[in-house]
């Protein structure tokens, strides 16, 4: 079992910045690939972005690449997401992932997820 608490969110205005933190506790981190997801209010969960085991590889959705960067700290069992230039449409529940089966953008291959931390950015 993989246990994973998200931190970070909260209320900013549109262009600002946000880091979102995910702490893995339970089993090797560093044997997991992480991602990030989110669901917006009335929306269905929608893939922001993965990286694989070692850091090396990241994969992004067309709507944040640019602007999100996700990463990892496997000493910490930590994984990051830095949100910037932050636009209300960016507003939803963000969850983070971990999968054994490598750094997918397809939610339902993830093993584990965290509760969720909410983002809102106001305009």
């Known amino acids: 079992q993989v246990q994973l608490v998200e931190s970070g969110g909260g209320l900013v205005q549109t262009g600002g910045s946000l880091r979102l933190s995910c702490a893995a506790s339970g089993r090797t981190f560093s044997r997991y690939a992480m991602g990030w997801f989110r669901r917006a209010p009335g929306k269905e969960r929608e893939f922001v972005a993965t990286i694989d085991r070692s850091g090396d590889y990241t994969n992004y959705a067309d709507s944040v690449k640019g602007r999100f960067t996700i990463s990892r700290d496997n000493t910490k069992s930590t994984v990051y997401l830095q949100l910037n230039s932050l636009q209300p449409e960016d507003t939803g529940v963000y969850y983070c992932?971990?999968?054994?089966?490598?750094?997918?953008?397809?939610?339902?291959?993830?093993?584990?997820w965290g509760q969720g931390t909410q983002v809102t950015v106001s305009s």
């Open positions: 992932a971990a999968t054994s089966a490598g750094p997918l953008r397809v939610g339902r291959i993830y093993d584990y």
